[in-house]
């Protein structure tokens, strides 16, 4: 399985966020990186997460995903843009309430010329329970499915950050 990666390109307003392969929780430290340099980017007019080239990804990805669309929902004039390929990525956006959140498209737009690679940021043991509980905090706040589903979690998670 191709493992994941993440780009990003800041171009006239827009900036992109391209992920590719098998995205993972792994690479939320470098996308929790990039959610409030994000939201106070100056020039910001549109955001755009493209995952056409996403071939899987777990909720932890999913839930920081979440946290870039609410981060900058009162930056930009309209939904983030997410354009997304993958019928299985698509259903998970769907069935996790991304659509009242951000737009997905599945349209080519003009896309930035040149992307820097985001390199994958280390995280100790600690930092990664608390990334992980906090983007499955995001994604059981933004549907009662995702609370129904993800809330066993959450509260296993909040147990061991107590001991």
């Known amino acids: 399985m191709d493992e994941g990666r993440l780009q990003a390109a800041f171009e006239k ?3 992109v966020l391209r992920l590719t392969g098998d995205v993972r929780l792994t690479l939320c430290a470098t996308l929790d990186q990039q959610v409030e340099p994000l939201a106070r980017l100056p020039g910001l ?4 997460i493209d995952l056409r080239q996403v071939i899987n990804m777990d909720s932890t990805a999913l839930g920081f995903l979440a946290k870039i669309a609410l981060a900058v929902r009162q930056r930009i004039p309209g939904q983030p843009l997410v354009a997304v390929d993958h019928p299985d990525v698509r259903r998970m956006l769907d069935v996790m309430g991304f659509q009242k ?4 498209i599945d349209i080519p737009w003009s896309e930035p010329a040149d992307f820097s690679d985001l ?3 280390e995280s ?9 509980l906090e983007a ?7 549907s009662e499915y995702n609370r129904i589903e993800f ?5 296993l998670l909040e147990s061991q950050r107590e001991h």
């Open 13 to 15: 307003g827009t900036f």
């Open 45 to 48: 007019e549109r955001v755009v």
């Open 101 to 104: 959140y951000v737009n997905i």
């Open 119 to 121: 390199p994958a940021l």
């Open 124 to 132: 100790s043991e600690e930092e990664l329970r608390d990334r992980i």
């Open 136 to 142: 499955h905090r995001t994604l059981a706040a933004m």
């Open 151 to 155: 809330q066993p979690l959450i509260e």
